[in-house]
């Protein structure tokens, strides 16, 4: 006895596993699309860059910013420093910069704990870019409201990109 399957049952299992085939590529898709995504937009935005002109009229060289490593980067190029950013062989405790900026800086919700590692850094200002930050773990907005407390910083700079001057103790 042939126990033979009809035509039909063999093209709905080819059918079901090409969606399942489908289904899977397509969410590996949206991850690689997600991943990518920060290194696919802007890393320094027209208004970060415009921000330059005032840095460099309304503050001294060498001057310490608290700054992602891209902004730290710009800022080098008008010959500030940044908390990142720069040539990573030569920076002290590089791993703990970039976890203190990530966490304790741009995304905490606590206005001190980023005014203390600010100050931990002697930085001056606080770079707040209008873009996703990257500096060292992940693609983040960082956490705006954090630096409107008068208490620890003030808003020195806004034209979309934001800088703070860090209030001394």
Do not use: C
Request: proline letters at 3%.
């Amino acid at each position: 006895m042939k126990n033979a399957v009809p035509a039909e049952a063999r093209v709905l299992v080819v059918l079901a596993l090409l969606a399942v085939v489908i289904y899977y590529g397509q969410q590996d898709f949206n991850a690689s699309q997600n991943a990518a995504r920060g290194w696919m937009s802007p890393v320094i935005t027209k208004n970060e860059v415009a921000a330059l002109k005032w840095v460099e009229a309304n503050t001294q060289e060498r001057t310490v910013f608290a700054s992602d490593i891209f902004g730290g980067e710009l800022l080098m190029s008008v010959l500030r420093e940044g908390t990142e950013g720069g040539d990573w062989a030569i920076v002290p405790n590089v791993v703990s910069r970039m976890y203190d900026m990530q966490y304790n800086f741009y995304e905490t919700n606590d206005s001190r704990k980023a005014w203390e590692i600010a100050r931990k850094y002697n930085a001056s200002y606080a770079w707040i870019p209008d873009r996703n930050i990257f500096a060292g773990y992940a693609w983040k907005y960082p956490n705006y409201a954090t630096f409107d407390n008068a208490t620890y910083f003030e808003k020195v700079f806004d034209n979309g990109h934001r800088i703070y001057m860090v209030k001394q103790a």
